[in-house]
């Protein structure tokens, strides 16, 4: 686990931000939390367009299953409703669970597609689900063998870009 | 000699948050500044229903029923529970934007509609049409840098974007946004029961407490005073009564029809020229089950995060959680005792965005359940 620390963390001391990229979010289908797929431009020459795409509608899907008004949700209203709210502090909400997987998703997609490439996603809750923040680093070519090297192993390592343990 | 033993102050980032909001128990529970009006909410409720429970109930549950007292204080904890859930809570407040994104938007702004010269306002609202489907219009908002979300608005009392925004409520002390709503609504519902509970047992009380002492031929001195007090009771519940019922009825209109207070005042979805609210699914019950029972989107803002400090030691991030870690909002928090010198330093970590101004992870009230460590590294990055 220690040298996929060191990616990270190496990418981030080492590399110097070269510039940050936010994708903003898409409302077409109401205020449910959906992320714009259009390919920026920056990333043009630092990542494939197929991969980005993948990315983000991974994203959108599990942020469209966290909000899926359907049978399961209402229990889960009705229920916390019938305890006064008082069930959320021994139960999380699925919301919450949801939002745990896209953590993990997001550290893990960094440490296999991101970060090779010189690039951070950053999760969009720590943003207020406004943005996905993708950081783009120069390449300096100490940073980028090391990185590339050690980050072939996969299992989200510690100090990932987007938090987690 | 004295050794200066610089002893961490733990600085959360409800310390640092902007807007007018104040925090209580180390940012456990976000309220409005002006609180006066919710006190006396709460001595409302508390002093009418201490009244009720002292006295009429005392009398009715052995002339009618146990059940009632029961049934009254069930109404009144649910009240209870459900106005301080309003109360405390993040409506759903949109944190601001951090510089960087700022900076990226404005830039993204200036391409679209050129550059405004130097000490030029620029145009009043800026609008952004984002066609993938469909034509959406957001507005920009001066203060949070950002394009809000449709349904969301600025509150200027509180001076945050809030989401799905209703209202700001001076009874409860809070704005009313897509967080909390469910809770005001269940709890002017609430109240309205037990207002109108308290309001029928009180005349059956005096009805029968009077045909007592008329049967006997006298009211005495005590029972006179008794019925005083129950006529301040029916005062109180009678003006309540028309006021929050009125209210009550109101939000079950708006409920069932997917619409918010603030869309419903600016006529949004109404008029000939107008769009139909395109966010109602067009049968009463799937709307009220939407509003009600539908997913609640925890809080993005960290408000109990730590903020990164000059020791590398303080860089854990957030604070310990797991489940059941929740303290009643009665507790103090760890923060709130250390003194000390604290040498804080809202440093920007090389390379990376500040995070020193608006830190917007995301937060658990009082109540809700954390998700552990999602936010373990942020503070670093």
Not at chain 1, 116 to 124: E, I, K, Q, Y
Not at chain 2, 162 to 191: A, T
Request: proline share 6%; charged share 20%; with cysteine.
């Amino acid at each position: 686990p220690l040298p996929q620390v060191h990616s990270l963390q190496e990418l981030r001391r080492s590399a110097s931000l070269a510039t940050k990229v936010f994708v903003q979010r898409d409302y077409s289908d109401g205020t449910t939390c959906q992320f714009q797929t259009k390919f920026p431009p920056e990333l043009e020459s630092r990542i494939e367009r197929q991969l980005f795409e993948e990315t983000v509608k991974t994203l959108n899907g599990f942020y469209a299953e966290a909000e899926k008004i359907g049978g399961s949700s209402y229990l889960e209203g009705c229920l916390a409703c019938a305890t006064a709210y008082f069930i959320f502090l021994c139960m999380e909400t699925h919301y919450e669970k949801v939002l745990k997987k896209i953590s993990k998703y997001i550290q893990d997609q960094n440490e296999k597609i991101y970060a090779p490439r010189g690039l951070l996603l950053t999760d969009p809750l720590e943003r207020g689900m406004r943005v996905i923040e993708i950081s783009i680093y120069e390449d300096r070519c100490s940073s980028g063998s090391s990185s590339s090297g050690s980050s072939s192993s996969s299992s989200g390592g510690g100090g990932g870009g987007a938090g987690g343990r | 000699m004295s050794v200066m033993v610089a002893r961490k102050k733990v600085v959360r980032k409800w310390e640092k948050l902007p807007g007018r909001n104040t925090f209580c128990c180390d940012g456990r529970i976000m309220m409005a500044r002006q609180k006066g009006i919710f006190y006396l909410t709460l001595f409302l409720i508390l002093g009418t229903c201490a009244l009720f429970f002292a006295f009429e109930c005392r009398y009715l549950a052995v002339q009618l029923s146990p059940a009632i007292p029961v049934f009254a204080a069930v109404l009144f904890l649910f009240a209870m529970a459900t106005l301080l859930r309003t109360s405390f809570s993040d409506p759903g407040v949109i944190p601001r934007a951090l510089p960087d994104e700022a900076a990226f938007i404005e830039m993204e702004i200036e391409a679209t509609n050129g550059t405004v010269p130097q000490g030029q306002r620029p145009p009043p609202r800026i609008k952004n049409f984002q066609i993938n489907n469909q034509i959406v219009k957001l507005k920009y908002c001066y203060t949070c840098k950002i394009f809000r979300p449709p349904r969301a608005s600025h509150c200027s009392i509180c001076d945050n974007c809030v989401e799905r925004f209703d209202h700001h409520c001076p009874w409860v002390g809070n704005c009313v946004g897509k967080r909390n709503y469910r809770y005001f609504y269940l709890f002017i519902l609430s109240l309205s029961l037990l207002t109108i509970y308290i309001f029928t047992f009180n005349i059956v009380y005096i009805a029968l407490s009077k045909a007592v002492a008329g049967g006997l031929g006298l009211l005495s001195g005590h029972s006179q005073s008794l019925t005083v007090l129950t006529v301040l009771e029916v005062l109180i519940c009678f003006f309540t009564l028309w006021s929050v019922v009125g209210l009550t009825g109101f939000h079950t209109f708006l409920v069932a029809l997917n619409q918010t207070t603030n869309e419903d005042i600016k006529g949004s979805w109404t008029g000939k020229n107008r769009v139909q609210n395109p966010y109602s699914h067009g049968n009463i019950v799937k709307n009220c089950c939407e509003v009600l029972c539908g997913p609640l989107p925890p809080s993005v803002l960290d408000r109990r995060g730590i903020l990164q400090q000059e020791e590398s030691t303080a860089q854990e991030g957030s604070c310990p959680r797991g489940p059941g870690t929740q303290e009643p909002p009665a507790m103090q928090g760890p923060g709130q005792a250390q003194e000390g010198h604290s040498v804080l330093s809202l440093q920007v970590p090389v390379p990376t965005v500040s995070n020193a101004e608006m830190p917007e992870e995301k937060q658990r009230t009082p109540g809700e359940l954390p998700v552990p460590s999602l936010d373990a590294g942020r503070a670093e990055l």
